[in-house]
Every structure is written in structure tokens, then in C-alpha cells.
């Protein structure tokens, strides 16, 4: 009997396990069929209604292929890495399911890792990653993740990274999955439109009337935060009468409450209604979860008396009160895109840069500003046009 599947759940000792050639009995297929379709291979090859019969056979007789058999036929381990800056973030849990359940669709695992610094180039978790897994996607980090992982010898995607630059007018190619030259291209990227999400905050404000706005900036020299400032600037630079400051801080509660009690306080410590920001525009929920807390300790209410929004669209946004205008990001997205861009890397084939659009949920943090009597609000044609 061929041992190239497990029954999955288990089973009575001694009992016979499916096989390949048991699928595609089932199916009414040839083993090469099962081999394809439950490789991930079929596209092209078979048709769409076969691959499904084939995964249903699959399913009713509880086959599961033998990955370390298969491993030792093809010299590859079907697992991938997924760095990512921290395990505590709801934002990197969404995007390790996403990657994970199209890894499961290719008989493909996923192992999560936190970088150690949070950002930056990551350690070698495995000693010999090469040895262990067959490629890695990273999250918020520079291009050179790899560096620590393998010597780099890896097919590579990266996650809110700066895209690579264009090359002729178009994207420079994809590496190809040759681990002795990782550097012929930059990796392929899958990004979110964080740079658009931002302007929406910003106009959302700005057509609320607010002209004093601080922006709580992360303190973190990454692409994703950079774009974000940029675009903010670019925005309230073009309306008549903006003010525009900035606190920066850690991607921490506490670190952004701090921060928060800085812009509202003033300099010297002492602003007043006519000198402090409307608004508090967040680089994530995190630290608009700070900026309340700034609020409330200085007697301030959120929105009468500041505007605050944030970035991400986590759970907490819903759980604030009043709950957070917020940018929703599709982190499940991304992590799929990733895991695809990484499958195709494996195949040679090109895997182009993503962006994700994404979308601003207004809720009860933000409103009008406070103004004194006689002192009208000014009028939203201030607003620059959206672009395009």
C-alpha cells in the first residue's frame, strides 16, 4: 500500500489509509490529476469542475498528502514564513489568517515570527532557513529582511513596503525563484493605499471645519508611517489657514497619551482654547486610544472639545467611547496577496507590486470643532478637490 496520505481525525489502528490513487478512484480522475489539483498545479492544466470533484474526493475520504514525502521528492518543504513586527496586533493576526488559509488551498503552511526589533532586518529563527522553508513574506520592514535569514537566498514578498522603482515605465520584474541570485529584482509588494486613507482623514477634518490639526505621527522610520505624514502635509497645505503640527511617539498607549497631553497642552504647557489643535489625526487606533485618555485627563471631551481619528479599524475603534473614526484596512487581503505573490515566485512566474484600496469609517469622535461666540466655522470650499 502506498503511505502518501493520513486519514485526518484519526482512525482505529490499523486501519487503511486513503491514498492518491484512492482520490482518484473517487474522482474518476488519474493519480496525475490528484497530484496537480492538490498541488496547486492545476490551473491551466484541468478544468476548474475537475479540481472541485477532485477536492471533494479528497474530502469525503479524509486524504491529506504526506508532506514529508513529498518534500524529500521535490527538495521543498511547503512552508513559508511570515515575519511580522509583533503577535499581539489584531492587524498582523488578520493578515497571518489571510496568508494562511490560500497557503492551505496549495498544501502550503505558514510559520508566524515576530522580527525582534519590530522593524528592521530579522534574525534566522531556524539556524539554516533554507534548509526549512521555502520562502518569506515581510511585514513592515526594509528590503533587506533577508538579510539574517538564509544570506537572503530566498524568494521574497514584501508587505507595506516601498515599491520597487519602475523601471522603462513599467515594474521592475519579480525575482525569479533561483536562490543563487536573490538580487537580480527588487521583491514583488503588496501594499495598502495608506497614502489615500490618510488624505481621507485629513479632508474628513478639514471639511469639518477643523484648521488646527496635530498630527500623532509613529516613531518609526518605516515607508508606510513616511507616506503617511507626507500626505497629511500635502493636504493641509493646500487649504487657506491650516495649522499643521506634529507629535511624535511610539506605537504605544501610553507613549501616545503623553504625546496627546503635549499637543493639547501647548507650548509651555500652557494652550488654551485658541491656541490648541481641534483635532488629533493618529497614525493607528493605538494611539487614538492615548489621545483619549490625554483628553479626558485634561477635562476635555471627545469630539466637543478635540476631534479624534484613527488608523487601522481595529476592534478597539467600536469599543472607544465615542466610538473612532478610523481607516478600515483589509488585512486578510493582504496577507492573501502575499501568500499568492510568494506561490508564484516558486513557479517563475512574475508577481506584480498590489496596492489595496482602503476606506475611512467616520463615527462619533470626530464633529464640528468648538469655536468661540461670533466665530463661524470656516467654510468646507476650503477644501482641496480629491484628486483625479
Same mark, same amino acid.
Given at each position: 500500500?502506498?503511505?502518501?496520505?493520513?486519514?485526518?481525525?484519526?482512525?482505529?489502528?490499523?486501519?487503511?489509509?486513503?491514498?492518491?490513487?484512492?482520490?482518484?478512484? !473517487?474522482?474518476?480522475?488519474?493519480?496525475?490529476?490528484?497530484?496537480?489539483?492538490?498541488?496547486?498545479?492545476?490551473?491551466?492544466?484541468?478544468?476548474?469542475?475537475?479540481?472541485?470533484?477532485?477536492?471533494?474526493?479528497?474530502?469525503?475520504?479524509?486524504?491529506?498528502?504526506?508532506?514529508?514525502?513529498?518534500?524529500?521528492?521535490?527538495?521543498?518543504?511547503?512552508?513559508?514564513?511570515?515575519?511580522?513586527?509583533?503577535?499581539?496586533?489584531?492587524?498582523?493576526?488578520?493578515?497571518?489568517?489571510g496568508a494562511a488559509a490560500v497557503?492551505?488551498?496549495?498544501?502550503?503552511?505558514?510559520?508566524?515570527?515576530?522580527?525582534?526589533?519590530?522593524?528592521?532586518?530579522?534574525?534566522?529563527?531556524?539556524?539554516?532557513?533554507?534548509?526549512?522553508?521555502?520562502?518569506?513574506?515581510?511585514?513592515?520592514?526594509?528590503?533587506?529582511?533577508?538579510?539574517?535569514?538564509?544570506?537572503?537566498?530566498?524568494?521574497?514578498?514584501?508587505?507595506?513596503?516601498?515599491?520597487?522603482?519602475?523601471?522603462?515605465?513599467?515594474?521592475?520584474?519579480?525575482?525569479?525563484?533561483?536562490?543563487?541570485?536573490?538580487?537580480?529584482?527588487?521583491?514583488?509588494?503588496?501594499?495598502?493605499?495608506?497614502?489615500?486613507?490618510? @488624505?481621507?482623514?485629513?479632508?474628513?477634518?478639514?471639511?469639518?471645519?477643523?484648521?488646527?490639526?496635530?498630527?500623532?505621527?509613529?516613531?518609526?522610520?518605516?515607508?508606510?508611517?513616511?507616506?503617511?505624514?507626507?500626505?497629511?502635509?500635502?493636504?493641509?497645505?493646500?487649504?487657506?489657514?491650516?495649522r499643521l503640527a506634529e507629535e511624535?511617539?511610539?506605537?504605544?498607549?501610553?507613549?501616545?497619551?503623553?504625546?496627546?497631553? @503635549?499637543?493639547?497642552?501647548?507650548?509651555?504647557? !500652557?494652550?488654551?482654547?485658541?491656541?490648541?489643535?481641534?483635532?488629533?489625526?493618529?497614525?493607528?487606533?493605538?494611539?487614538?486610544?492615548?489621545?483619549?485618555?490625554?483628553?479626558?485627563?485634561?477635562?476635555?471631551?471627545?469630539?466637543?472639545?478635540?476631534?479624534?481619528?484613527?488608523?487601522?479599524?481595529?476592534?478597539?475603534?467600536?469599543?472607544?467611547?465615542?466610538?473612532?473614526?478610523?481607516?478600515?484596512?483589509?488585512?486578510?487581503?493582504?496577507?492573501?496577496?502575499?501568500?499568492?505573490?510568494?506561490?508564484?515566485?516558486?513557479?517563475?512566474?512574475?508577481?506584480?507590486?498590489?496596492?489595496?484600496?482602503?476606506?475611512?469609517?467616520?463615527?462619533?469622535?470626530?464633529?464640528?470643532?468648538?469655536?468661540?461666540?461670533?466665530?463661524?466655522?470656516?467654510?468646507?470650499?476650503?477644501?482641496?478637490?480629491?484628486?483625479?
Open positions: 500500500m502506498s503511505g502518501d496520505g493520513t486519514r485526518a481525525g484519526g482512525g482505529t489502528a490499523g486501519a487503511a489509509r486513503p491514498t492518491s490513487r484512492d482520490v482518484a478512484r !473517487a474522482a474518476g480522475v488519474s493519480q496525475a490529476t490528484v497530484s496537480l489539483v492538490l498541488g496547486g498545479k492545476w490551473p491551466g492544466r484541468v478544468s476548474a469542475a475537475t479540481a472541485e470533484s477532485v477536492r471533494a474526493a479528497a474530502g469525503e475520504l479524509g486524504y491529506r498528502p504526506n508532506l514529508a514525502a513529498r518534500s524529500l521528492r521535490t527538495g521543498r518543504t511547503r512552508t513559508a514564513l511570515l515575519v511580522v513586527p509583533a503577535l499581539t496586533h489584531e492587524y498582523f493576526a488578520r493578515v497571518y489568517a497557503a492551505a488551498e496549495h498544501g502550503f503552511g505558514v510559520v508566524l515570527y515576530p522580527s525582534p526589533a519590530g522593524v528592521g532586518p530579522a534574525r534566522d529563527p531556524f539556524g539554516s532557513a533554507q534548509t526549512a522553508i521555502d520562502g518569506v513574506i515581510a511585514s513592515s520592514m526594509a528590503a533587506d529582511a533577508l538579510g539574517g535569514i538564509g544570506g537572503g537566498g530566498l524568494p521574497l514578498v514584501m508587505l507595506d513596503s516601498e515599491p520597487a522603482p519602475a523601471v522603462g515605465g513599467a515594474s521592475a520584474p519579480a525575482a525569479a525563484p533561483d536562490r543563487a541570485a536573490p538580487d537580480r529584482a527588487a521583491p514583488p509588494t503588496v501594499n495598502l493605499a495608506v497614502a489615500d486613507g490618510m @488624505r481621507q482623514v485629513a479632508r474628513h477634518l478639514v471639511a469639518l471645519g477643523h484648521r488646527r490639526i496635530t498630527h500623532l505621527a509613529a516613531d518609526v522610520d518605516s515607508w508606510t508611517f513616511r507616506v503617511r505624514a507626507r500626505a497629511v502635509r500635502e493636504v493641509l497645505d493646500a487649504v487657506p489657514g491650516a511624535r511617539c511610539a506605537l504605544d498607549m501610553g507613549a501616545a497619551r503623553e504625546a496627546a497631553l @503635549r499637543a493639547l497642552r501647548g507650548p509651555g504647557g !500652557a494652550g488654551g482654547a485658541d491656541g490648541r489643535p481641534t483635532a488629533l489625526l493618529c497614525d493607528g487606533d493605538l494611539l487614538a486610544a492615548g489621545a483619549y485618555k490625554a483628553a479626558r485627563a485634561l477635562g476635555l471631551r471627545v469630539p466637543e472639545d478635540v476631534s479624534v481619528s484613527g488608523f487601522d479599524d481595529l476592534v478597539l475603534a467600536s469599543a472607544l467611547e465615542p466610538e473612532l473614526t478610523s481607516v478600515r484596512l483589509p488585512a486578510e487581503e493582504v496577507g492573501a496577496h502575499g501568500m499568492r505573490a510568494l506561490l508564484a515566485l516558486f513557479e517563475g512566474a512574475p508577481a506584480a507590486p498590489v496596492e489595496l484600496p482602503v476606506r475611512l469609517v467616520p463615527r462619533g469622535s470626530t464633529a464640528r470643532p468648538p469655536r468661540p461666540p461670533g466665530c463661524p466655522v470656516p467654510p468646507s470650499r476650503d477644501l482641496p478637490p480629491a484628486p483625479g
